[in-house]
Each structure stands twice: as C-alpha cells, then as structure tokens.
C-alpha cells in the first residue's frame, strides 16, 4: 500500500483557504465579486508552487481591491480577522492566506511608506510579514529601524518578532538586504529580555546568522547581555546556546568558553559498530564510547560527510547530547541516524562516506561507510 507524499502548497493554498480569504474579502469590498475572484485564484493554482501561489492571490488581490492604494490598505484591513491569541508564547506563526496580503503590499505600497508599514504591522499579527517588510528596510532603513525602536515595545509578541525577524542578515526564504549587520543590535538589546519565546527564538537565530558573517560581535553582544542581567537566567542561556550553534560547530574557542566547554577537551573517543554498507532509504547505526582524562563538559557533536552529486564532499552536523564527565568516566551509547531517500533538504548519492565523532569541536574519532543503493 502506499500513501499519498504530503504537499504542503496544497496544505497552506486549496479551495478552501481560498474561500475563506473570499468571504473576509467580500463584506470588506464594495461590489466585491467573490465567485470570480476565487474562481480566478482555483483555476491556475494547481500548476503552481508555493510561493508563485501567493503572488498570483496578490495579483488577482490587484483586479478586486481600489486601484488607489490607500483605499485597498484600508479594505484590506477591514477584512482581516481579529489578531492571533497575544496569550501564547510560541509557534504560532499565523495563517498563509494572509501571505498575499504582504506581498500586495511589497508590489503596490513602496509608495505609500507610512501607510505600508502601519498595515504590515496589523498584517503581522495574523501572519508574519518579516519578508514583506524587507523592501520597506532596504528603502528607508534609517527610518524604519527608528520605527523598530517603538514595535520593539509594541504589546503584541508578533510586532515584537518582527523587529527582530525582519533585519536577519539571512532570513529564509527572503533576499538579502544591505542593512549592516550590526545595524540592528540596538534592538535586539531590547528584545533578548522579551518575555515570550517566539520573539526570544527570533533573536537567537537573528544572532546565529550574524555569527556566519561577524563573530566577534555576536560574542560581544552575549557578553553584555550577561553583564546587563535582564533576562532571565535561564532564558538566556538557552539563547546563547541557540546562538552559537554555528559557532560551536566550527570549534570556535571563544564561543565554547563563553558557554563553559573548553575547545580542547580532555577525553579520547571511538566509533564502534560502523556499518561499512549502508543503503539508501536504510537507517547509519553506529556506537560511540567517550572517556574523559579529567573532569570536563561537553557538547558531543558527529558530522556525515555526503558524497554529492558532481563527486566533492558535503559535510553536515547533527546533535548528539551534552554532558559533563568526571575523571575516569567512560559513557558509551548507540545512534540512529536515517538516510532516507525523499528528503526533501538534500538528495543522497552512492559513495564513500565519512563519519567523525566530535567534542566541543574537536575530531576524536573518524570512520567510513558505503552508502549504495
């Protein structure tokens, strides 16, 4: 038997999604035509992806809203439903429908600034609109982070996630924007003691790309925010892990000692148990055993080096646990790593591979496999 592969366009865009938007849209618009506009959004659909989705609702949004940009802000707002549950505290990313709505705004609203940015801003809180603000950024980045410094305040988490979001130097899915790096940082000192952890994740990963371009300021910043001491323990030590996960990854001594792990920790390790054939679609099972020389902690880390499809090696990372290690102590345990031949991040290829077990990122045991089809 088999089962139908989940499409997440068709999730996030059907029939359904389109009608609901249709029937916020039509009390909202006056002699809105509801039968044509959802029928001109089914009709072409199906052939298209995710993203060439929403602009296409954005461009059909164009035939039935006010040619006058400030009247469509305005009946766009009037159908909105009311803003999502300011209560919660994370994963609560909104609703795509609303989607269109941003990218109507990135096409028609670079003219209207103010008025732009107030609707993202009430956009926002149904659906994030990090990648919709970004044209407005790369046009007025001087006053829009100005009116950052008031959203980084506002009372609802999601205009607080936005300030945040918005300005990563490599937010997913959105172009890249001249803004400096170190241009938002003043914000992000606002925003590190959010009490809500969706805004407090979204300054984390904001961090985590600056440490691909600066990492010296990454570790600047943490450092202050510690010696600021207004964010909670706790809290910030979970953001400065998340952070520094790059970092931590590539062996960088200073983001090791910032979080208490030496970079050259005092144990030996091995990789037992590795299969020298592995199929694709099978699952990589090895064991690893660590010995520590002296009491130390650790963050223990393997990497899988993928043959790709031109022949060169593609090197990835992937948790294991941390640690702490008196000395003398010995810990052994077993992973199971899926090679699963649908994924839809990379594709697998045949060859020799390599497998390193890793410590505070340090190499201390390396080994090969066969992945064959």
Do not use: C
Not at 145 to 161: C, E, G, I
């Amino acid at each position: 038997m088999t089962t139908e592969r989940f499409s997440l366009k068709d999730h996030l865009f059907n029939p359904e999604k389109v009608a609901y938007l249709g029937g916020l849209l039509e009390p909202a618009v006056a002699g809105f035509d509801r039968g044509r506009f959802e029928g001109q959004i089914v009709e072409a659909m199906p052939a298209l992806e995710l993203k060439q989705r929403i602009a296409l609702i954005a461009s059909v949004l164009s035939d039935h809203l006010s040619p006058d940009f400030t009247t469509a802000a305005a009946q766009m707002r009037a159908a909105l439903p009311p803003p999502l549950d300011p209560s919660l505290e994370d994963d609560d990313f909104g609703d795509f429908i609303f989607a269109p709505f941003g990218k109507y705004v990135e096409d028609n609203g670079l003219g209207h600034y103010d008025t732009s940015m107030e609707l993202l801003r009430e956009l926002t809180m149904r659906f994030s609109m990090e990648g919709s603000v970004r044209p407005f950024i790369e046009m007025e980045p001087g006053e829009t982070l100005s009116r950052f410094r008031q959203w980084a305040h506002d009372s609802h988490y999601h205009v607080r996630r936005l300030v945040s979001e918005s300005t990563r130097p490599r937010l997913p899915w959105a172009p890249r924007i001249s803004l400096d790096p170190a241009a938002p940082i003043t914000l992000l000192d606002i925003l590190h003691a959010d009490p809500t952890r969706y805004v407090t994740r979204s300054v984390a990963n904001h961090l985590n790309d600056i440490s691909k371009i600066q990492p010296d300021l990454v570790i600047e910043t943490l450092s202050g925010w510690r010696a600021a001491n207004r964010q909670e323990p706790g809290e910030l030590a979970w953001i400065e892990s998340h952070a520094l996960r790059t970092l931590v990854k590539q062996g960088h001594s200073e983001s090791l000692a910032l979080l208490g792990f030496p970079p050259q920790p005092p144990v030996t390790g091995q990789i037992e148990a590795l299969a020298g054939q592995v199929r694709i679609g099978h699952t990589l099972i090895f064991d690893v055993s660590i010995e520590a020389h002296a009491e130390t902690s650790l963050i223990v880390d393997y990497a899988i080096g993928f043959v790709r499809g031109n022949g060169n090696s593609g090197r990835r990372v992937f948790k294991l646990k941390r640690m702490q290690l008196a000395a003398g102590e010995r810990i052994a345990f077993t992973k199971k790593h899926p090679l699963r031949g649908d994924a839809t991040t990379y594709r697998l290829y045949p060859g020799r591979h390599t497998l390193e077990l890793m410590a505070n990122g340090t190499t201390l045991a390396t080994g090969q496999f066969d992945l064959v089809e």
